[in-house]
């Protein structure tokens, strides 16, 4: 599959929202990205969500994504490829809205490189930690594995899975559950008692149906979230180019 080519972001609609809100500063290219996503009880997850946003339902359910990938020639806009670097990032998340608008809420992100682990927190005010992670891709299938530095043997962050694509390529309908699960290009985050946002921009995912085994998954544990029940819903993404927006403060009120 050959990597999106659209660089503007003023080309790509952020979910939801009419438009980029602040300057794309950043690009990258996902790359062996895998969406796994639960249903959860809404009581079990509203503690741990913010009381400036609104946790955001599908079906009466709450749903809690975690999602492997790597990110590569990842840096500022039109520097060149010797100034980009490339690592894998691991995230757990949920859906919300804030004043409407649909977006992202990330309970943790972790990031298999410990100074750009730093950087990103530091700048984006997100939870972000540093994890050993190693990723090895082939024509059959992903293998990906993170544990989070730093954290006691009680309780690990973990997460161990080997995955592959297993049908064709489909853009996801607006009215389905798999883009209403994909679909958003927006997060917020909590700040001294205000929200920041954040935005990507991208085409659509060019999603697959996946073939998925999770060896290893204590990343809900970790954050204080529920276990699921149910069985995920899986997609896969080979590739896709974004952008990234610098982060914002929302006005007050």
């Known amino acids: 599959m050959n990597v999106r080519s659209r660089t503007d972001p003023s080309k790509w609609p952020v979910s939801g929202v009419s438009s980029p809100k602040a300057p794309h500063v950043a690009a990258m ?16 997850v509203r503690p741990h969500v913010p009381d400036q946003l609104t946790l955001e339902t ?6 809690l994504s975690v999602l492997p990938f790597v990110l590569t020639n990842a840096g500022f806009r039109g520097t060149p490829p010797i100034t980009r670097t490339a690592f894998a990032e691991l995230n757990v998340r949920t859906y919300v809205r804030y004043r409407g608008d649909p977006a992202l809420f990330f309970f943790s992100i972790d990031v298999g490189n410990p ?6 927190g530091r700048t984006t005010r997100l939870p972000v930690y540093s994890a050993r992670m190693n990723v090895s891709s082939s024509e059959r299938q992903v293998v990906f594995s993170s544990e ?7 309780n ?8 592959r694509p297993d049908g064709d390529v489909f853009t996801a309908e607006p009215d ?6 994909t ?15 954040g935005e990507i921009a991208h085409d659509p995912w060019p999603l697959q149906p996946a073939d998925v085994t999770i060896h290893e998954n204590t990343m809900l544990a970790a954050n204080g979230l529920p276990s699921p029940t ?23 009120g």
Request: with cysteine.
């Open 230 to 252: 149910d069985e995920p819903v899986v997609h896969y993404c080979d590739q896709l180019s974004m952008t990234g927006s610098i982060v914002r403060r929302l006005p007050d």
């Open 176 to 181: 389905s559950l798999a883009y209403w699960l």
């Open 29 to 44: 290219t996902w790359r062996d990205g895998l969406f796994v996503h639960w249903p959860v009880d809404p009581a079990d």
């Open 115 to 120: 100074m750009i682990a730093e950087t990103i």
């Open 183 to 197: 679909e958003r290009r927006r997060f917020y985050a909590p700040s001294n008692g205000g929200v920041l946002a």
């Open 148 to 154: 989070r530095r730093g954290t006691e043997p009680s």
């Open 156 to 163: 690990p962050a973990r997460f161990i899975a080997r995955y």
């Open 58 to 63: 599908r079906d009466g359910h709450a749903w």
